[in-house]
């Protein structure tokens, strides 16, 4: 690839340049084996949950075949004595599954002290479809369910399950688009406002904000390599700045891995007794990663909004499975309640077509409302299927009780193991703090040059070649493709790896190409120096 094509593609967001290594991957020089550590999907699956949902669905059809039968055409279900119909339905002597739905019915009966037969209408309509979702935001059981599931993930003991609201979401992606559309809209944020961003993070809240549609300016809490990722010291002060309205995190970082520590979240809440105002979006999709986890959401309800996806643990990705969560008493509402007089008729206009009452409309119902541009808020809301989803992930969770959960370790030590595997093929430092989710690394090719061939050397690789010219040639030589940090808030030379997608023999190998192909730009080094040796010599004569 030509110099003048790497600096375009410096210009482009880094999943994008992600998908053009892929293509130079595929087709490289050595004919490798095409290694993508680019993305953050996981190549596991929780079968538990799809094993559930399938039984789920064959008794709903049965159920719907008890009102109107007529070839493919079946009818409605009845909640009358649902719940033994479906205890007669199950066969765990022959489904192994049956057991963990026999468990959830003991679980939603004995634990949660929910109506069975109501919980059960609601799982079996919502699986086959046949409704609107109903309220829109979500589903009431599952909201209860989801409530509780966040409550013993995330909240580590701190008890916010009965007063937090829940809105399903296409994935943790649209939670981000709804939360910053509906912030505009409700004159939270306005154009030049500041925005504090706990940087290196997942490129679209780097992104977002700086488009035509928002114009906000960006101040960095930089995290960095010196400190294994952690927010660097003194930078949470910066929040004391009445001017930042907004601060977004990924807590566990992405692409740093590092989840805030008690030094951090106490650090936190007492600037909120001096910033009562800031309003805050935690996007917490590594939490159950790390041990002892807990959420910024459960320092400072008050003040944040929760966004959470399904897809990473339990490879739903393809699902699209997330939730925005906000605390009942929330600074949002607050806000809103204290605009100028004029905006708040603008806003009962705009809402004022789906509320009796818009003043007194919650922040979460103006998220889904806008969600569908106002008028389709009748039909708003996660399809259904999807949301039973989210609901029999957390029961695999939930009905283990105060029981180690085994898929939860298991995921942990499928990404701890290929971090260490690929940190010791790399001889790079490792983080084995509690804080570290490994789900992804962070590598900086300089600093492994260095430790590899000396620091002259490192001073040729980065003054000799383009930012990505190393990503190019191990995806075109050696079919490795990693994604560039850069556009995750890092600085130059930095390399993000996913710990997830991947066989886990493949992270040796990974190191191992990235080790070779240095390798080659050492050997380029040394024939630089003699030439230039030579030059200088000859220059003497």
């Avoid at 892929?22 to 929780?46: C, M, V, Y």
């Avoid at 009748?378 to 009905?399: K, N, R, W, Y």
């Avoid at 290929?418 to 789900?439: A, I």
């Amino acid at each position: 690839m030509k110099v003048s094509e790497e600096k375009r593609l410096e210009d482009l967001e880094s999943f994008v340049i992600s998908s053009k290594m892929t293509s130079l991957a595929k087709e490289n020089a050595k004919n490798n084996i095409f290694l993508d550590a680019g993305r953050g999907n996981p190549n596991w699956i929780n079968k538990k949950a799809r094993l559930a949902f399938n039984r789920l669905v064959e008794f709903g059809i049965i159920e719907s075949e008890r009102t109107i039968n007529k070839g493919d055409l079946a009818g409605y279900t009845e909640q009358h004595g649902m719940r033994q119909r479906f205890e007669a339905f199950l066969r765990p002597e022959e489904y192994k599954i049956d057991d963990f739905w026999l468990s959830i019915l003991d679980y939603v009966r004995d634990d949660m002290k929910l109506n069975q037969d109501e919980v059960i209408k609601e799982l079996v309509d919502g699986a086959i479809g046949n409704n609107y979702p109903l309220p829109a935001r979500c589903l009431r059981n599952t909201e209860k369910i989801i409530n509780q599931y966040l409550q013993t993930t995330l909240y580590n003991g701190v008890d916010l399950k009965d007063e937090t609201s829940i809105f399903t979401t296409e994935g943790g992606t649209a939670a981000i688009v709804y939360i910053f559309n509906t912030l505009r809209e409700n004159k939270l944020i306005h154009y030049g406002d500041k925005i504090a961003i706990n940087t290196p993070i997942f490129t679209p809240y780097i992104e977002i904000p700086t488009l035509n549609d928002y114009q906000m300016v960006e101040v960095d809490l930089n995290s960095d390599a010196s400190n294994n990722w952690e927010i660097a010291p003194g930078e949470i002060d910066k929040l004391l700045d009445p001017s930042i309205k907004l601060f977004v995190v990924v807590n566990p970082s992405n692409p740093g891995s590092k989840a805030f520590s008690q030094k951090d979240l106490a650090e936190i809440k007492e600037v909120i007794k001096k910033r009562p105002d800031l309003m805050i979006v935690t996007d917490d999709v590594y939490g159950t990663f790390v041990e002892n986890f807990q959420t910024l959401y459960s320092v400072v309800p008050d003040n944040t909004l929760l966004v959470y996806s399904f897809s990473k643990l339990f490879g739903a990705t393809g699902w699209r499975l997330g939730l925005v969560a906000a605390h009942e008493d929330n600074v949002f509402d607050k806000l809103i309640s204290k605009l100028p007089a004029k905006d708040k008729k603008e806003l009962d206009k705009r809402y004022g077509s789906v509320e009796f009452d818009p003043s007194k409309m919650k922040f979460i119902d103006r998220l889904v409302a806008d969600s569908r541009s106002i008028s389709l808020y009748h039909t708003a809301g996660l399809s259904t299927p999807q949301q039973i989803m989210e609901d029999l992930f957390s029961l695999t969770h939930l009905v283990n009780k105060n029981q180690t959960d085994s898929y939860i370790e298991t995921s942990k030590r499928i990404v701890g193991k290929r971090y260490t595997d690929l940190h010791d093929s790399l001889n790079y430092p490792k983080d084995e703090s509690d804080d570290n989710s490994k789900y992804y690394s962070i590598i900086d090719i300089y600093n492994v040059a260095e430790r590899k061939y000396g620091k002259e050397f490192r001073n040729y690789l980065e003054n000799n070649f383009e930012q990505l010219d190393f990503l190019v040639n191990l995806a075109q030589k050696n079919g490795v493709v990693l994604m560039d940090g850069v556009g995750f808030g890092t600085h130059p030379g930095c390399l993000r790896v996913s710990q997830a997608n991947l066989p886990t023999e493949d992270y040796r190998l990974i190191g191992n190409q990235v080790m070779q192909l240095l390798a080659d730009y050492h050997k380029q080094f040394i024939e630089h120096k003699v030439k230039t040796s030579n030059e200088f010599l000859a220059s003497k004569r």
